[in-house]
């Protein structure tokens, strides 16, 4: 017998821009897509989830820790996982702003200046040691990460949809590296580390990659509209007032007990977090556990303390332990 409402499979007519999926289509999509990764990276499968979950909730991403942990590799694994336009800019110490966001440059047979879009045109823009570069680089990225737009010789361009940062940035070498003003590190929906594998985690990675790499054949899972449509979906995603009213709480505690706490854009990236946490857990709707397993990367690192043995972490885990549910 035939059903008359079949589930809609993902990987076949692409849906329009401004569409939605079925959540249970979307809990398959980032299933796939988690499973499809994890092909290249070994053993961080809960940043795995964060970083689809991020995809989903229309956020940025930080990807902080020592070098050769996979964080950039993490970041091309998603961009090959899913069928978008993906650019990458390597942060230098000489690199400008019009290097990531494009420049004019003057057409000597039409006489006239043309714009040159930097590699922030992008779907998927890979920021690789972003803190390599000084503030005013790493600036250029502002406009962009907030408003999905550039402006350049005062005129503004849209930026692609989806738009989604990926950057990574090292956690040593402090004499050669540039801190990230803050204003550009609250513009990341989540700040993730990795850390080193386990043994038995990295003798599996040793056997993957011997010989040719896996990212060398990994292909992609699903397409741009289906991200879009996806993406729409965690949108309308219900979020009910008590949950709205605990996340404002959580948000107060830190603004009481850090000397800067948790801005209005940390509340609202929480619950598009939350959205896209419920979507994969099958959901149409957020609960508190879901805002409690996005509050550590979402909130921790928009939190500055005096101390040097408190940080924003410990903040989001005294939140989490003394703000009630109600």
Known sequence: MTDANPTPDASTDPPTDGETLRIDTVERL????????????VGHDDAVEHVVTALLGR???????????????????????????????????????????GVNVFNQKTREFEFQPGPVFGNIVLGDEINRAPPKTQAALLEAMEEEQVTTDGRT??????????????AVEPNRTYELPFAEVDRFMKKLRLGYPDPDEEAELLGRTVGDHPIDSLEAVTDRETLVAARETVSTVQVAEPVREYVTRLAAY????????VSPRGTISLLRAAQARAVTNGREYVIPDDIETEARVVLGHRI?????DRDGIAVIEDALERVPVE
């Open 30 to 41: 980032c299933d796939d897509i988690e499973r499809n990764v994890a092909d290249v990276i």
């Open 59 to 101: 956020g940025h991403v930080l990807l902080e820790d020592v070098p050769g942990v996979g964080k950039t590799m993490l970041a091309r694994s998603i961009a090959r996982s899913v069928d978008c336009s993906f650019s990458r800019v390597q942060f230098t110490p000489d690199l400008l702003p019009t290097d990531v966001t």
């Open 157 to 170: 361009r849209e930026l692609p949809t989806p738009f989604t940062v990926i950057a990574t940035q090292n």
């Open 304 to 308: 500055k303390t005096n101390g040097r």
């Open 254 to 261: 830190t603004r009481e007990n850090a000397h800067i706490g």
